[in-house]
């Protein structure tokens, strides 16, 4: 099993930038599959990025590409995520997910039923 913790959410005025961060217990941080969700006001979780076991391969919900950037270190049991050129509608619950196992070929893992364990979550808010 891992534990999941995240960090570094908060207030921030649009195209501002914040970087969450996510800290994972345990010595096998590297055998799982990382991702980060979020869950606006009154709307349902959504995918927002993950990153494969060895960090070398990434995916990104259409509306995050190019401003989010999602990072890992196993050596530290961490995985962060960039957010720049933050709008109104970044205004959610941030979770950081973990998932057992490999990514097969060109698929990722985007629903939150694939992802075992979670984080508590962390709130960022976008707002002048």
């Known amino acids: 099993q891992v534990q999941l913790v995240e960090s570094g959410g908060g207030l921030v005025q649009p195209g501002g930038s914040l970087?969450?961060?996510c800290a994972a217990s345990g010595r096998t941080f590297g055998n799982y599959i990382m991702g980060w969700f979020r869950q606006p006001p009154g709307k349902e979780r959504e995918f927002v990025a993950t990153i494969d076991r060895s960090g070398?391969?990434?995916y990104y919900a259409d509306s995050m590409k190019g401003r989010f950037?999602?990072?890992?270190?196993?050596?530290?049991?961490?995985v962060h995520l960039q957010m720049n050129s933050l709008t109104f509608e970044d205004t959610a619950v941030y979770y950081c997910a973990a998932k057992n196992g490999w990514n097969s070929g060109s698929y990722y893992y985007t629903r939150t039923n694939e992802y075992a364990y979670w984080g508590q979550g962390?709130?960022?808010?976008?707002?002048?």
């Open 69 to 78: 950037t999602i990072s890992r270190d196993n050596a530290k049991n961490t």
């Open 122 to 128: 962390t709130q960022v808010t976008v707002s002048s």
């Open 19 to 21: 970087r969450l961060s």
């Open 56 to 58: 070398a391969n990434t």
